[in-house]
């Protein structure tokens, strides 16, 4: 059974950093690139960043560039998310998803399975 799990979510002031960690189990995690996606409240879910499954390539939305930093662990099976310079925009609830490919895609539909969310709450 595969199973996503998602640790590191919670209360941040603007400007300040999070890191975010998926824990991925029941899965060959090599085989399987690696994404962050977002919902906010009342909007779709949409794409934060993805990593390739050798860790080599990585994407990210424009809106967190610069800002966020994926990475993974092979050996751990795990991937985290570090989001620094936090916004009041970033409020939302993050996802972690695999997809059984090379290169992390952008679209929530490509990805075979997911986690069940942790929240940020970005305020000042």
């Known amino acids: 059974q595969v199973q996503l799990v998602e640790s590191g979510g919670g209360l941040v002031q603007t400007g300040g950093s999070l890191r975010l960690s998926c824990a991925a189990s029941?899965?060959?995690?090599?085989?399987?690139?690696m994404g962050w996606f977002r919902r906010a409240p009342g909007e779709e879910r949409e794409f934060v960043a993805g990593?390739?499954?050798?860790?080599?390539?990585?994407d990210y939305a424009d809106s967190v560039k610069g800002r966020f930093t994926i990475s993974r662990d092979n050996w751990k099976n795990m991937v985290t998310l570090q989001m620094n310079r936090l916004k009041d925009e970033d409020t939302a609830v993050y996802y972690c998803?695999?997809?059984?490919?090379?290169?992390?895609?952008?679209?929530?539909?490509?990805?075979?399975?997911w986690g069940q969310g942790t929240q940020i709450t970005v305020s000042s």
């Open positions: 998803a695999a997809d059984e490919t090379v290169v992390a895609g952008i679209s929530a539909r490509e990805y075979d399975y």
């Open positions: 029941g899965l060959t995690f090599s085989r399987y690139a």
């Open positions: 990593i390739s499954r050798n860790g080599r390539s990585t």
